[in-house]
């Protein structure tokens, strides 16, 4: 089956999909880079540069830190191709002209109705 040649790490390619639990770059990080992480086993993708910085940046104290970590784990991810990372939107939201207050959370994929309201 798929997920059988997935878990044997047999398949050529596959594509999996993931939706942020925490609303922090570690929590894309950790699993498809470092080399305990779920989605890095099944692409076979170990790299100690990668798990250092892994390890560095949850443990960074500032922001500007943190974030020139992971612009550098960024970078090696695009430069090792361990998967092609795709965006891809989960559907559409349409509201008449008079209803206010959506905002787009990408870490909910269903619908904050009590920020909606109407306003003629």
């Known amino acids: 089956t798929m997920l059988r040649g997935m878990y044997s790490q047999l ?3 596959f594509q999996i999909g ?4 925490y609303p922090d770059a570690h929590n ?3 699993p498809y880079m470092h080399s ?9 993708y170990s790299n100690a540069e990668v798990d250092a910085l892994v390890a560095d940046g949850i443990s960074a104290t500032t922001s500007a830190e943190r974030e020139s ?3 550098e784990l960024d ?3 695009y430069d090792d191709v361990p998967s092609f990372i795709i965006a891809q939107a989960l559907g559409r939201v349409y509201f008449r002209s ?3 207050g959506f905002y787009y959370n990408p870490c909910l994929p269903g619908r904050n ?3 909606l309201s109407k306003e003629y």
């Open 28 to 30: 894309f990080v950790y």
């Open 75 to 77: 970078q090696l991810y």
């Open 11 to 13: 398949l050529p390619m």
């Open 98 to 100: 008079w209803v206010k």
């Open 18 to 21: 993931w939706l942020a639990d």
């Open 36 to 44: 305990s992480g779920t989605f890095s086993g099944w692409q076979s």
């Open 69 to 71: 970590i992971y612009r």
């Open 113 to 115: 109705l009590y920020a």
